[in-house]
């Protein structure tokens, strides 16, 4: 019997972590959060406002079975190790399981597995830490503030204006989108013109007279460039220089799902679900092992520990001009800067030598990561940028072009970004270069341009509200809330994306905006940090924000539901489109006098026989939506089945056959077609 117990989020990372520790360990995952804030008590916060914000947590539908299952783990144990993620939101969860089952002060160790493989593992075992409280507090209060706010701004609109939520950092982000759009829709374009000397080989633009720089706002101001040249372009000034082009930091969590956003068209959530198989363990030809260092952080900095064999790698396999140095970027505000930045586990696991053992997905992410971890220690690439001014009776015209004499780091991340020359012919310092072709053109300046998720992300991140790790859930909340939709996988409000956000910003402008948020998220660091409070934060919070809602209660005007277009057949008063729980419905307007629901009369969809009775199964819908296949003789008859029954009956026990998946398959016996 193992007497030592390590927990873990994910089943995933405990059969990973299985792999590396002896008999005497015994690794068991609690499949992320146990519990959770109680739905009870004021205005359903599961928070006790009045004795200092005390919460009161419950166990998460359906982890009951896992709680009791882990508390027999534990009193079987003579030591736990609590693993859960090494963040905020991990620390949470093991102060979660130590509080929940039990566990005593000296009876548990805190252990961080910044990577999984079989020696960062047995060396997090070794060195185990204690659970930091006030990280814990943090997480807390982040989440006693986002159930608050939650609660309280989602009931006011629901019954207001019929909109389905509203939240701390979604309703900020909600409103960059929006404020984005009334950016375009108040877009005046402007006017301008373009001249281009066209010669055989490349082309030159005018961009000045004389000493001024020119801009041209109508026809006439061109034609009269045009009128004034001649055909000799001499040349002024030539200047060829080295240029040096930097590789990027390796990816902190905002920057890989930007890059694999515009490089690999992968959305935020499947970005760090690839990224989280990744960083839990791959099963090789030899081994199961973490490909990638965990990948929510907001640090560009690397270990000792891989750079020093990187930079060997690089200059076995490419020579020594391609060793680079290490990149420091400037401290910004709101780093946490808890672990190192997302890398590799081994730079010798390249990955076309393990590509066999990936998904088509996990590959791409994989490379991406590689390979911009590598390049972030190699050398600048060097181009040779030539610029050559021409005149043309006092207008100037220029051109550029470039060489790259030197590919540095874009040796191996040149799939990833443009470097293709632009050559230019050999031209003396005095010659006269002739033309009589040349492009006038007319242009109108072109409103900002919608947020792309990566560029949404970008904006929050500088910004500084929200955190990386929350971005994807953020983004698919104002998505599946019908806040906006994608034209052209760029974001545009819908109707009821801006309704939400002005009636918020009518009653909660200082709230909900982006220098409140991130001011929130650095009192919830200095929380982290043992500098504030974590319930003097919440008194502060509440105290400025309950008496707005209620306000909000008061006067924020209802706004009428839409009519349906004909009049109720029991009291003659129009039909209105109401929405419930499970989606729009048509009732009367006269409610709560008349009580009038229309009902939908629905397809009736018939799939077979009934094998009980001498009834029909059909499709039948779930109130949220699902669909399972049932008797029309209900009650009298109870067959029911989520599988659909595909109306044959099976050749070896004549019972139905039903369809799982890509397969078809005897709802009895194991015959399968």
Same mark, same amino acid.
């Given at each position: 019997m193992a007497k030592k117990l390590v927990i873990v989020e994910s089943p995933s990372k405990s059969k990973t972590i299985g792999k590396y520790l002896g008999d005497e360990y015994k690794v068991v995952s609690s499949v992320g959060h146990i519990r959770d804030l109680a739905t009870t008590g004021q205005y359903g916060f599961g928070v006790d406002i009045e004795n200092g914000f005390k919460p009161n947590y419950i166990p998460i539908k359906g982890k009951s079975g896992v709680i009791k299952e882990l508390k027999k783990d534990v009193k079987d144990s003579e030591i736990v190790y609590l693993a859960?993620?090494?963040?905020?939101?991990?620390e949470a969860i093991a102060w979660h399981l130590k509080d929940a089952l039990g566990i005593?002060?000296?009876?548990?160790?805190?252990?961080?597995?910044?990577?999984?493989?079989? @020696?960062?593992?047995?060396?997090?075992?070794?060195?185990?830490?204690?659970i930091d @409280?006030?990280?814990?507090?943090?997480?807390?209060?982040?989440?006693?503030?986002?159930?608050?706010?939650?609660?309280?701004?989602?009931?006011?609109?629901?019954?207001k204006i019929g909109a389905k939520s509203a939240g701390r950092v979604q309703s900020v982000a909600l409103k960059l989108i929006v404020d984005r759009e009334r950016e375009i829709e108040a877009f005046k374009p402007e006017e301008y013109w373009t001249i281009t000397a066209i010669f055989p080989e490349y082309e030159a633009n005018l961009f000045k007279y004389k000493k001024d720089d020119i801009e041209l706002h109508s026809e006439d101001e061109a034609n009269k460039v045009l009128d004034a040249l001649s055909e000799k372009?001499?040349?002024?000034?030539?200047?060829?220089?080295?240029?040096?082009?930097?590789?990027?930091?390796?990816?902190?969590?905002s920057t890989l799902q930007q890059e694999a956003s515009t490089k690999l068209g992968f959305p935020a959530r499947k970005t760090m679900s690839i990224a989280q198989k990744l960083y839990e363990g791959i099963d090789l030809e030899n081994e199961t092992v973490g490909l990638i260092t965990y990948m929510r952080t907001d640090s560009?900095?690397?270990?000792?520990?891989?750079?020093?064999?990187?930079?060997?790698?690089?200059?076995?396999?490419?020579?020594?001009?391609?060793?680079?140095?290490?990149?420091?970027?400037?401290?910004k505000e709101n780093v946490q800067d808890a672990h190192?930045?997302?890398?590799?586990?081994?730079?010798?696991?390249?990955?076309?030598?393990?590509?066999?053992?990936?998904?088509?997905?996990?590959?791409?992410?994989?490379?991406?990561?590689?390979?911009?971890?590598?390049?972030?220690?190699?050398?600048?690439?060097?181009?040779?940028?030539?610029?050559?001014?021409?005149?043309?009776?006092?207008?100037k015209f220029k051109t550029t072009g470039s060489i790259?004499?030197?590919?540095?780091?874009?040796?191996?991340?040149?799939?990833?970004?443009?470097?293709?020359?632009?050559?230019?012919?050999?031209?003396?310092?005095?010659?006269?270069?002739?033309?009589?072709?040349?492009?006038?053109?007319?242009?109108?300046?072109?409103?900002?341009?919608?947020?792309?998720?990566?560029?949404?992300?970008?904006?929050?991140?500088?910004?500084?509200?929200?955190?990386?790790?929350?971005?994807a859930t953020i983004i698919d909340t104002i998505k599946s809330r019908n806040y906006v939709i994608l034209e052209e996988k760029k974001f545009k409000p819908t109707e009821m994306g801006v309704e939400t956000t002005d009636k918020l910003q009518e009653f909660f402008n200082d709230l909900i905006n982006t220098e409140y948020t991130r001011d929130m998220e650095n009192d919830l660091d200095n929380i982290a940090d043992g500098k504030l409070?974590?319930?003097?934060?919440?008194?502060?919070?509440?105290?400025?924000?309950?008496?707005?809602?209620?306000?909000?209660?008061?006067?924020?005007?209802?706004?009428?539901?839409?009519?349906?277009?004909?009049?109720?057949?029991?009291?003659?008063?129009?039909?209105?489109?109401?929405?419930?729980?499970?989606?729009?419905?048509?009732?009367?307007?006269?409610?709560?006098?008349?009580?009038?629901?229309?009902?939908?009369?629905?397809?009736?969809?018939?799939?077979?026989?009934?094998?009980?009775?001498?009834?029909k199964i059909i499709e039948k819908p779930t109130r949220r939506g699902k669909v399972f296949y049932g008797c029309n003789n209900y009650p009298k008859c109870k067959f029911a089945t989520w599988d659909k029954p595909t109306g044959e009956m099976c050749p070896e026990c004549g019972k139905y056959l039903v369809q799982k998946k890509d397969k078809i398959k005897c709802s009895e016996c194991e015959y399968e077609k």
């Open positions: 859960s993620d090494p963040d905020r939101e991990g005593k002060d000296n009876n548990y160790k805190r252990v961080l597995f910044n990577e999984i493989t079989h @020696d960062k593992v047995i060396d997090a075992i070794n060195h185990p830490t204690v @409280d006030n990280l814990v507090k943090s997480q807390e209060t982040r989440r006693i503030l986002d159930r608050i706010i939650g609660f309280r701004l989602s009931k006011l609109l629901q019954s372009y001499s040349v002024e000034s030539i200047e060829k220089k080295e240029k040096a082009k930097h590789s990027k930091f390796p990816f902190i969590t560009i900095r690397l270990s000792d520990d891989f750079i020093k064999p990187a930079m060997k790698y690089i200059e076995e396999n490419y020579g020594k001009k391609y060793v680079g140095f290490i990149k420091k970027g400037k401290k190192e930045a997302i890398r590799p586990t081994s730079v010798i696991r390249e990955p076309l030598k393990i590509k066999e053992y990936l998904s088509d997905d996990e590959f791409k992410l994989y490379s991406l990561i590689y390979k911009r971890t590598l390049a972030s220690l190699m050398s600048d690439a060097i181009v040779n940028q030539t610029t050559i001014i021409f005149d043309n009776n006092d207008y790259l004499i030197f590919d540095g780091y874009l040796k191996i991340y040149k799939d990833y970004e443009n470097s293709e020359d632009k050559i230019l012919p050999e031209i003396g310092d005095s010659e006269v270069c002739t033309t009589t072709d040349v492009d006038c053109s007319q242009h109108f300046t072109k409103p900002p341009a919608r947020y792309s998720e990566a560029k949404l992300i970008k904006e929050m991140e500088e910004l500084g509200i929200g955190r990386p790790s929350t971005y409070i974590w319930n003097e934060l919440l008194d502060k919070f509440y105290n400025l924000f309950e008496p707005r809602v209620k306000n909000a209660f008061s006067d924020m005007e209802k706004k009428a539901p839409e009519e349906a277009g004909e009049d109720c057949p029991e009291c003659g008063n129009p039909l209105v489109i109401r929405k419930g729980r499970y989606g729009d419905f048509v009732a009367c307007s006269n409610y709560p006098e008349c009580k009038y629901i229309k009902k939908e009369e629905k397809e009736v969809i018939e799939i077979m026989d009934c094998p009980l009775c001498e009834g």
